[in-house]
């Protein structure tokens, strides 16, 4: 299994940015993506982005240009940078990590990110 820790969120003004971490623990070798998801009230999750074991990347395009996902191997960890932060990014963000041959879901506990206006 994989245990996943997010922190960093926050309220930040717009036009702010702010980074949240994802530190992974447990069989971190089978991991193979790994991943942001945001959830707003009454609004169902959605991929905000993810990184893959080769160092792919993919973004919403709603955050294109404005977010940029890493990870640090060797602190089992991944970032997410969030810049020219938005109202419209308010939300509870989520890492995600989908580990083995199967291919399972783990998630993080949530972290709140507010933008204020």
């Known amino acids: 299994q994989v245990q996943l820790v997010e922190s960093g969120g926050g309220l930040v003004q717009a036009g702010g940015s702010l980074r949240l971490s994802c530190a992974a623990s447990?069989?971190?070798?089978?991991?193979?993506?790994m991943g942001w998801y945001r959830q707003a009230p009454g609004k169902q999750r959605e991929l905000v982005a993810f990184?893959?074991?080769?160092?792919?990347?993919n973004y919403a395009d709603s955050v294109k240009g404005r977010f940029t996902i890493s990870r640090d191997n060797a602190k089992n960890t991944v970032y997410l940078q969030m810049n020219s932060l938005k109202p419209e990014d308010t939300a509870v963000y989520y890492c995600n990590a989908e580990y083995g041959s199967s291919w399972y879901d783990s998630w993080g506990q949530g972290t709140q990110v507010t933008v204020s206006s």
């Open positions: 990184i893959t074991s080769g160092g792919r990347t």
């Open positions: 447990g069989n971190i070798f089978s991991i193979n993506t």
